[in-house]
């Protein structure tokens, strides 16, 4: 079939499909103890997915006892004062439930999924983590290990640290600066108390938001939330203020080892807006067009067709207050780091030149269409995305119109925003050695 027309198929089938799909339908309302309630009914499945979000992560810890929010992610699995240690994981399983947490810069997120007859018990449990956990000596000691052997298992990874290596120079006042997981020494040294109060200051019905979705009923749920949330007492208000970065004006150039790998990469990194802005989502389409997948400039120009790159990978990490844009790339044989910099930097120029095609455009905007429809195609997927819109955006109703700021973003905007911020003045150039380079 000829490329041009399954290309105008492909289009055809993802527009048909984002006409046929429903926007998503919620109910928001907050309780007096200040915890924000989302409700979704969808009752196509019996399964429901009962979420919470609190609005702390990395870059809320105190810079002397980092590591809190991730730990905390471990920590409240560890029991309550109704839930014995060690049984949470037998109540889940033996109701047919799933759970899991994940913690990041910005927020962490808890989320239990179970057949919706097992609704109140769902409830029961978050309210129970939110209400009296268990934190005692056994409990901190336990994910002190877990915590450890995980941080090992990461830091023993091909690359697992270029990240780290990134963020370290490209925040230099902005907790941002920091890894996710912490520093073991603060961990180490925190005392029971250190913990306690952590819990007590972030872990609070006034700095969360619950999601419940799927095959509810929302009168009942409604009801239910309230039994076992109502009486939860509110916190103290979390003052935030933003830690503005100066910007960046000359190039960072900077060196990083790592004994786990045999190949060297190149790292261009570039600090930018925050996830909230509509730059950031034009940043999105940029990075899609530069480095996302097999059909991206640099891949098929580095890879397929130059065969100057072994890999080449990228990312645009939005968060909420600033965001990251990285590419990198591993030589294929004796290409040096620099020369792939001359190539990624000559696609870069074009794109601050020159329009991107039509046809590029479109292929754009059809992935972001396809992920907009991945993305809330499942209960969890839609239990999540209402949670992050709510707590990091403060806009839930962007799971529906979000999409709308990405197809009214236009060629020559993406060019400006190239200009704006893809400039070599303004970025990180990191290589990554083998340590034994050094």
Not at 163 to 191: N, R, W
Request: net charge negative.
């Amino acid at each position: 079939m000829n490329k041009k027309i399954f290309s105008l198929i492909v289009g055809i089938l993802i527009s048909i499909t984002n006409l046929n799909s429903q926007s998503v339908e919620f109910e928001k309302y907050t309780l007096k103890n200040g915890l924000d309630v989302i409700l979704h009914k969808d009752n196509s499945a019996p399964v429901i997915t009962t979420s919470v979000m609190y609005h702390i992560g990395a870059k809320d810890e105190n810079p002397k006892k980092t590591g809190f929010a991730h730990f905390f992610e471990h920590l409240l699995f560890e029991g309550s004062k109704n839930i014995d240690r060690g049984q949470w994981d037998v109540i889940v399983n033996s109701n047919g439930g799933m759970y899991n947490a994940n913690t990041t810069s910005d927020r962490t997120y808890y989320y239990v999924v179970f057949p919706s007859n097992n609704l109140e018990l769902s409830l029961w449990l978050e309210s129970e983590r939110m209400l009296h956990p268990v934190i005692n000596q056994i409990g901190v000691d336990t994910q002190k290990e877990v915590v450890k052997e995980e941080k090992r298992r990461a830091e023993n990874g091909p690359y697992a640290k270029v990240f780290d290596e990134v963020q370290k120079e490209l925040f230099k006042v902005h907790p941002y600066k920091g890894s996710v997981i912490g520093e073991m020494d603060h961990l180490d040294s925190a005392t029971l108390e250190d913990f306690e109060a952590f819990n007590k200051k972030f872990h609070n019905p006034n700095n969360a938001v619950l999601v419940v979705a799927g095959d509810i009923e929302i009168k009942n749920t409604k009801s239910l939330i309230e039994k076992y949330f109502g009486e939860i007492k509110a916190g103290k208000p979390i003052v935030r203020k933003l830690i503005e970065e100066d910007p960046i004006e000359e190039t960072i150039f900077s060196e990083a080892f790592d004994e786990n790998i045999q190949i060297p990469a190149n790292i261009l990194a570039y600090r930018t807006p925050s996830m909230k802005t509509r730059e950031s989502r034009v940043f999105d389409m940029i990075s899609t067009y530069l480095s996302s997948g097999q059909s991206s400039v640099l891949y098929k120009k580095l890879v397929d067709e130059k065969k100057m790159a072994l890999q080449v990978f990228a990312g645009n990490n939005s968060q909420e207050d600033y965001g990251i844009y990285l590419i990198g790339g591993l030589p294929l044989g004796d290409t040096k780091l620099a020369d792939l910099t001359i190539e990624i930097d000559d696609e870069i120029e074009k794109l601050k030149s020159e329009l991107i095609s039509e046809r590029d455009f479109e292929k754009i905007q059809n992935i972001f269409e396809s992920q907009y429809v991945s993305s809330n195609s499942t209960i969890q997927g839609i239990a999540n995305s209402l949670a992050r819109y709510h707590v990091l955006y403060g806009d839930v109703n962007l799971i529906n119109s979000e999409i709308d700021i990405y197809r009214s973003v236009t060629r020559e905007e993406i060019q400006e925003v190239a200009k704006l911020y893809l400039n070599k003045n303004q970025r990180l150039e990191l290589k990554y050695l083998p340590k034994n380079n050094q």
